[in-house]
């Protein structure tokens, strides 16, 4: 392995820990606003009881809704059975969110995947990690990212789409040019690396206003 080699891997095996790291850190922090909301739960209860012994139905019905709104921004929102899965989809719809980023999820995965942990963590950390960035340019209600995960026979499928304030993307030696700038973008070599050892597929596709990345792994 010659010294480059060397060096884009610690380069990447850096970006790696980072990104796990992250993703443990937005998991604590849902987990902590769904601790928090049921340490209040008996208050909202006796709150609501007051109102309704008052006979002040509209103060229930506000307080009610109040609640909605909060327990939607804890709610798991997507719950397939397989822990790694659903860990990294909710704390990154909930990134997303806080950014005023709407997000479509539709995941179907089996409880027991061949895919390591780790890896199903770095390719859908980084996909969704680009998904929010690129959103990030385009005004908040044209914000959207949508997700889909599957079973193709033997095979998990993944696609991931955003809209992109850049008109169709142009390949460079058949690849995608990075808009992160120099010295970043380790997301998309790793993820490649990842899919070629379990000889998956992968596919980029850029049309106008929209970005969509496909993936399958054989299980």
């Known amino acids: 392995m010659s010294v480059l080699e060397k060096l884009i891997d610690k380069r990447i095996a850096a970006c790696q820990t ?42 229930v019905q506000s307080y009610l809704d109040q609640l909605d709104t909060d327990l939607s921004a804890v709610d798991t929102i997507v719950k397939t059975g397989n822990k790694m899965t ?16 709407a997000v479509r999820a539709d995941a179907h995965v089996p409880v027991a995947l ?31 990212i949508r997700v889909y995960m599957d079973m193709k026979n033997t095979q998990l499928y993944m696609s991931f789409t955003n809209r992109t304030a850049q008109g169709k993307q142009k390949k460079e030696n058949g690849l995608f040019k990075t808009t992160k700038g120099h010295g970043r973008g380790f997301g998309l070599v790793r993820i490649d690396t ?26």
């Open 18 to 59: 980072e990104l796990i790291q992250t993703h443990y850190a937005e998991v604590e922090n849902m987990y902590r606003q769904m601790r928090g909301w049921r340490h209040d739960y008996r208050s909202h209860i006796q709150a609501m009881k007051s109102y309704a012994a008052s006979g002040d139905l509209a103060a």
């Open 86 to 101: 659903d860990a990294i989809l909710n704390s990154k719809i909930s990134l997303a969110g806080s950014k005023n980023i």
């Open 114 to 144: 061949t895919t390591a942990e780790l890896d199903l963590c770095i390719i859908i950390g980084n996909l969704f990690d680009n998904a929010i960035e690129a959103s990030l340019s385009l005004p908040e209600e044209q914000r959207m």
């Open 194 to 219: 990842i899919i070629e050892r379990y000889s998956g597929y992968i596919s980029r596709n850029s049309e106008d206003g929209a970005f969509t990345t496909e993936i399958l792994l054989p299980q």
